[in-house]
């Protein structure tokens, strides 16, 4: 089993920035790939981010690359998303994701095992 939490939602002006964090435990095996999604109301679960072990290997949804950036801390067990130049239509629940399945699957929510409970973004106009 693996736990996430997540941190680091709020409210804020759009072109501003937020960092969200995801703390995890239990099978170390299992975080090797973290990702990052996004669910807004009304609509299905969206591809934020995702990132390999060693961080050096990270992968973002259409939306938002140029603007967001994974990066993780493993002596932490922690998985960042810094968000800057943020806009309305970023607002959603922030999730964080473990236990990918397959290395090749990490665009797809199906493809994890674990989720945390999420954390609240709203980007105000």
């Known amino acids: 089993q693996v736990q996430l939490v997540e941190s680091g939602g709020g409210l804020v002006q759009a072109g501003g920035s937020l960092r969200l964090s995801c703390a995890a435990s239990?099978?170390?095996?299992?975080?090797?790939?973290m990702g990052w999604f996004r669910q807004a109301p009304g609509k299905e679960r969206e591809f934020v981010a995702a990132i390999n072990w060693s961080g050096i290997t990270t992968y973002y949804g259409d939306s938002v690359k140029g603007r967001f950036t994974a990066s993780r801390d493993n002596a932490k067990n922690t998985v960042y998303l810094q968000m800057n130049s943020l806009k309305p239509e970023d607002t959603a629940v922030y999730y964080c994701?473990?236990?990918?399945?397959?290395?090749?699957?990490?665009?797809?929510?199906?493809?994890?095992?674990?989720w945390g409970q999420g954390t609240q973004v709203t980007v105000s106009s």
């Open positions: 994701a473990a236990g990918l399945r397959s290395s090749r699957d990490y665009y797809y929510s199906r493809s994890y095992n674990y």
């Open positions: 239990g099978r170390s095996g299992s975080m090797d790939a």
